[in-house]
């Protein structure tokens, strides 16, 4: 697990570090250059001429010790500093005296020619007023150079919480970091403005992290051997749950059968679809492992005992992947919601059902997980998209608090939670998943794991980071734009193919 900062929560724990554990300002900022220098002299010779871009802040202190440690590694440096800031930090000036004892040489404007690295060390993640006048004029001139962009920390002009661009801000092809990942590095504009980011440990203690324990955190490839359910060698497939999965309308038999193999693949003993009459053949065909159930979508008796035979079979429902929205949808959702007291996982047509009738969802007996995108929260919440997307934490806590469930707040930066103070976001996955029936997948395998006994919080985490890292997997062999929802399910095999649980 890996937190994931504010910027104020990043602020406090840069402050546990320096004036309650004692490590000085100098050596974290000794740390960060190096940290940074790091990855130029990994990328580019010592032929390349780098210009440093600073103000006289902290941040500016690293962008001087910076370009010291690259001077004195023979590289060509330059450094750029506007002197615009009223004030500058006692760790900056500390820092101009050094560079100007050694005769660094300092650049007159930013001009477009001659650079091959542009290192943005101008504002770190505290700034949080919006960027203007010459200082403006400094970033856009950055962005102008045809050079490699290297962001120090964040972005300059990137709020560190939010990813909002304060005015104008930095375009970087890469940020390195420092300590743990940055909000701001994940949501809004500062996922596009950011590049390939790099975390990087500059010394500041697991302690001052965990003192503070920032509201985000994630997970990684590296967490899914501890997270995975355990498999005993005394088993069977009753052993490891019975998911229902209730969708797929006329001609839309994909969607269903999506969710079913993803749970088939995470791991669960046994699946049962239930469908209309239609789908028949082609989800005996496509997916003969599963067990069906078909109901005449005209005959309310039809409908009732199917339904029935579900909710008395199953140990996990999987609701609404390719239902429609049609009349005897909406009285298999209110009837699943009001009758099933197990886990549901409440998806696609569900969650438009539910959207019209939201007493279902408050009154319903069931533990409840659902996995909106942004539109379908918006008919939730009766909040517009762009005010979730700026705000995907607190929208999805209050949600998940105030109906008691588990919310899985799909876009590219997923967000768990399940209504406490702090929730996952998600960082696997890439913008190659953005097709049809993906969603339908991670239904899939969310009820795949909580049919393993496992808790709804704990599978919808696990379930997120499992279905991007499927979908990285999907990538590598197709390629990001050639990839559909059947190359995740693939990809599912591809992460799990290790027997990581047994013994």
Same mark, same amino acid.
């Given at each position: 697990?890996?937190?994931?900062?504010?910027?104020?929560?990043?602020?406090?724990?840069?402050?546990?570090?320096?004036?309650?554990?004692?490590?000085?300002?100098?050596?974290?900022?000794?740390?960060?250059?190096?940290?940074?220098?790091?990855?130029?002299?990994?990328?580019?010779?010592?032929?390349?001429?780098?210009?440093?871009?600073?103000?006289?802040?902290?941040?500016?202190?690293?962008?001087?010790?910076?370009?010291?440690?690259?001077?004195?590694?023979?590289?060509?440096?330059?450094?750029?500093?506007?002197?615009?800031? +009223?004030?500058?930090?006692?760790?900056?000036?500390?820092?101009?005296?050094?560079?100007?004892?050694?005769?660094?040489?300092?650049?007159?404007?930013?001009?477009?020619?001659?650079?091959?690295?542009?290192?943005?060390?101008?504002?770190?993640?505290?700034?949080?007023?919006?960027?203007?006048?010459?200082?403006?004029?400094?970033?856009?001139?950055?962005?102008?150079?045809?050079?490699?962009?290297?962001?120090?920390?964040?972005?300059?002009?990137?709020?560190?919480?939010?990813?909002?661009?304060?005015?104008?801000?930095?375009?970087?092809?890469?940020?390195?970091?420092?300590?743990?990942?940055?909000?701001?590095?994940?949501?809004?504009?500062?996922?596009?403005?950011?590049?390939?980011?790099?975390?990087?440990?500059?010394?500041?203690?697991?302690?001052?992290?965990?003192?503070?324990?920032?509201?985000?955190?994630?997970?990684?490839?590296?967490?899914?051997?501890?997270?995975?359910?355990?498999?005993?060698?005394?088993?069977?497939?009753?052993?490891?749950?019975?998911?229902?999965?209730?969708?797929?309308?006329?001609?839309?038999?994909?969607?269903?059968?999506?969710?079913?193999?993803?749970?088939?693949?995470?791991?669960?003993?046994?699946?049962?679809?239930?469908?209309? +009459?239609?789908?028949?053949?082609?989800?005996?065909?496509?997916?003969?492992?599963?067990?069906?159930?078909?109901?005449?979508?005209?005959?309310?008796?039809?409908?009732?005992?199917?339904?029935?035979?579900?909710?008395?079979?199953?140990?996990?429902?999987?609701?609404?992947?390719?239902?429609?929205?049609?009349?005897?949808?909406?009285?298999?959702?209110?009837?699943?919601?009001?009758?099933?007291?197990?886990?549901?996982?409440?998806?696609?047509?569900?969650?438009?059902?539910?959207?019209?009738?939201? +007493?279902?969802?408050?009154?319903?007996?069931?533990?409840?997980?659902?996995?909106?995108?942004?539109?379908?929260?918006?008919?939730?919440?009766?909040?517009?998209?762009?005010?979730?997307?700026?705000?995907?934490?607190?929208?999805?806590?209050?949600?998940?608090?105030?109906?008691?469930?588990?919310?899985?707040?799909?876009?590219?930066?997923?967000?768990?939670?399940?209504?406490?103070?702090?929730?996952?976001?998600?960082?696997?996955?890439?913008?190659?998943?953005?097709?049809?029936?993906?969603?339908?997948?991670?239904?899939?395998?969310?009820?795949?794991?909580?049919?393993?006994?496992?808790?709804?919080?704990?599978?919808?985490?696990?379930?997120?980071?499992?279905?991007?890292?499927?979908?990285?997997?999907?990538?590598?062999?197709?390629?990001?734009?050639?990839?559909?929802?059947?190359?995740?399910?693939?990809?599912?095999?591809?992460?799990?193919?290790?027997?990581?649980?047994?013994?």
């Amino acid at each position: 697990m890996n937190y994931i900062a504010s910027g104020d929560e990043m602020s406090r724990i840069d402050d546990y570090a320096i004036n309650v554990i004692g490590i000085p300002q100098m050596v974290l900022m000794e740390r960060a250059a190096l940290a940074v220098y790091d990855y130029i002299q990994s990328k580019f010779n010592k032929k390349s001429r780098v210009l440093v871009v600073v103000e006289g802040g902290n941040n500016g202190g690293d962008g001087l010790a910076l370009a010291r440690i690259l001077h004195g590694n023979g590289y060509d440096v330059e450094i750029y500093w506007g002197e615009i800031l +009223e004030k500058t930090s006692e760790a900056f000036k500390a820092q101009l005296d050094i560079v100007r004892k050694l005769n660094i040489k300092f650049a007159d404007d930013i001009m477009n020619y001659g650079y091959d690295v542009v290192v943005d060390a101008v504002f770190g993640a505290g700034l949080n007023r919006a960027i203007t006048g010459r200082l403006a004029d400094v970033i856009n001139s950055m962005n102008d150079v045809d050079a490699f962009k290297l962001a120090v920390d964040i972005p300059s002009g990137i709020d560190a919480t939010n990813g909002f661009v304060l005015g104008t801000a930095f375009r970087a092809d890469a940020t390195v970091t420092f300590g743990i990942m940055k909000m701001g590095l994940l949501t809004g504009m500062g996922y596009e403005y950011s590049g390939q980011v790099t975390v990087s440990d500059i010394g500041i203690p697991k302690r001052a992290i965990d003192y503070i324990e920032p509201d985000l955190y994630t997970y990684d490839g590296n967490d899914v051997d501890r997270l995975l359910p355990y498999r005993k060698f005394d088993s069977h497939k009753g052993s490891y749950g019975k998911i229902g999965v209730i969708g797929g309308s006329k001609n839309m038999a994909g969607a269903a059968m999506f969710s079913a193999e993803a749970a088939y693949r995470m791991g669960c003993g046994l699946v049962r679809i239930c469908t209309v +009459e239609e789908n028949r053949e082609i989800m005996q065909s496509k997916l003969p492992e599963a067990m069906l159930t078909t109901f005449d979508s005209k005959d309310k008796n039809s409908i009732r005992e199917a339904i029935k035979s579900m909710i008395s079979w199953s140990d996990v429902i999987i609701l609404g992947p390719g239902l429609s929205t049609k009349e005897y949808a909406s009285y298999i959702v209110e009837k699943v919601l009001r009758d099933y007291k197990e886990t549901i996982v409440l998806d696609a047509d569900g969650l438009n059902i539910v959207a019209q009738n939201k +007493e279902w969802l408050a009154d319903t007996n069931a533990r409840v997980i659902i996995t909106p995108h942004l539109a379908e929260m918006s008919r939730l919440t009766e909040v517009k998209t762009g005010e979730i997307k700026s705000n995907k934490y607190e929208v999805a806590r209050k949600f998940a608090k105030d109906n008691n469930i588990v919310v899985v707040l799909k876009d590219s930066r997923t967000v768990v939670s399940d209504g406490g103070v702090q929730a996952y976001i998600n960082t696997t996955g890439n913008n190659g998943m953005a097709t049809g029936g993906s969603g339908d997948v991670l239904a899939g395998i969310i009820g795949g794991l909580c049919g393993q006994n496992m808790n709804e919080f704990e599978a919808a985490k696990l379930g997120v980071c499992l279905h991007g890292l499927a979908g990285q997997e999907a990538a590598i062999s197709r390629g990001r734009y050639s990839m559909i929802a059947s190359d995740i399910v693939r990809g599912i095999t591809a992460v799990l193919k290790g027997d990581y649980y047994v013994g």
